[in-house]
């Protein structure tokens, strides 16, 4: 309500004070000593898109509240927040209620397997509070989906079918698979990351940069009609790294980077890596 308070203000052109600058002088106005009342008719149209917003607001929660029903979860503005933050809090399976927002997040060695496949978006945190988080698999989907794998987390295999995926891996992070699909994925990982394949089945857009020394242990391939793969850490993709489709630029940019070679089968092959960060 707060958030929107300013929004409904600003409708009727007012300011929290009172009477906004650019009120228009012929207004029919009555003043008593707390309230300013303004002859709004011409805003009504500015009056039923705010109460949409009242109306969708309410809507999301009451939606959310009937299917958050989990322990140690909460409805904050729609979303299903699950707050696994204390030690060995959600070490069984961690399942997002289907077609709210859901957002989990972990603390120290807090989270098993976590299911957010059947959300309608998913936010992930397993970075928060020092590293160790989230030993079990991960599932998400939904419109999009935002991992976040902190220091010697996320150990077990990631899976993202999200229309949007973006999988951020720290350091010692994500030791097992990462398949992300969708539209557009991103995967980025750190120092010793990313330890077993990164596979994207995402249907428009993949970028994989592998920037740790090393990361990217396995192989790193891509289905993706445009494809950008950077394995620009020292000793940064150890597997076979591969893209097809449209267009692909592959980058084995430092020392002893992609030792078991690269294949581009794309219509377009750039290997200079242009545009790797």
């Known amino acids: 309500m707060r958030r929107l308070l300013p929004l409904l203000l600003s409708a009727c052109s007012l300011d929290e004070t009172g009477l906004g600058s650019d009120a228009a002088t012929s207004a ?3 003043s008593s000593k707390d309230v300013t009342v303004v002859d709004a008719s011409a805003d009504a149209g500015t009056d039923a898109i705010a109460a949409d917003v009242f109306e969708a607001s309410a809507d999301a929660q009451a939606a959310c509240e009937a299917v958050c029903k989990a322990p140690n979860a909460t409805c904050v503005n729609g979303v299903c927040v699950f707050d696994c933050t204390a030690n060995a809090a959600c070490l069984t399976k961690t399942t997002c209620p289907a077609n709210v ?3 989990v997040d972990c603390g120290f060695t807090s989270c098993g397997d976590i299911d957010c496949s059947k959300a309608s978006a998913c936010k992930i ?4 509070n020092g590293g160790s988080e989230c030993s079990g698999t991960i599932t998400c989907g939904g419109s999009n989906c935002d991992l976040h794998c902190g220091y010697l987390s996320c150990s077990k295999d990631i899976t993202c079918t999200a229309q949007t995926c973006n999988v951020t891996c720290d350091t010692n ?17 750190g120092d010793q990351a990313c330890s077993g394949n990164v596979t994207c089945t995402a249907a428009t857009k993949c970028d994989v940069t592998c920037a740790g020394n090393p990361s990217c242990s396995g192989t790193v391939s891509s289905a993706a009609q445009t494809s950008t793969l950077c394995c620009t850490g020292a000793g940064a993709c150890a597997g076979k790294v591969s ?4 267009s692909c630029e592959i980058g084995c940019t430092n020392s002893g980077s992609c030792p078991a070679g690269t294949s581009c089968t794309a219509k377009t092959c750039v290997l200079d890596a242009s545009t790797c960060p």
């Open 28 to 30: 029919d106005v009555v």
């Open 101 to 103: 927002p859901c957002e």
């Open 125 to 128: 945190d397993c970075a928060g």
């Open 173 to 189: 992070a994500c030791k097992a698979n990462v398949n992300v699909g969708g539209q557009n994925a991103t995967v980025t990982c």
């Open 243 to 246: 893209c097809g489709q449209l």
